[in-house]
């Protein structure tokens, strides 16, 4: 699995069906995708919510955020991340 980052914003739209039951079809989509929720915030500032998912691949990631914005009317930008751990190993010879 990999980690991505989604961030997330309204549009006008999107603001008018905010509820618990499209946070479950989100959540289900993603699920859906072979993927799970680790985190999800809502956000101050450029971005107005961020979702902290793992997914099979960047394939997975793709069809996850274009199907989110779809359903729900939020535009997504997903990028991948990884721990910090992660990272020194990767670095460690360099």
């Known amino acids: ?9 309204y549009s006008p739209d999107s603001l008018n069906n905010i509820s618990r ?5 989100a959540s289900a989509l993603i699920e859906a995708n072979g993927g799970s929720v680790v985190s999800s915030y809502a956000l101050l500032g450029k971005k107005d919510l961020v979702l902290i998912v793992d997914l099979p691949d960047t394939n997975a990631a793709i069809k996850t955020s274009v199907g989110l914005a779809k359903m729900l009317g939020i535009s997504f930008t997903s990028v991948p ?3 910090v751990e992660e990272f020194d190993n990767l670095t460690a010879d360099l």
């Open 81 to 83: 991340a990884i721990s």
């Open 1 to 9: 699995m990999a980690t991505f980052f989604m961030f997330g914003s």
């Open 21 to 25: 039951e499209r946070t479950a079809q």
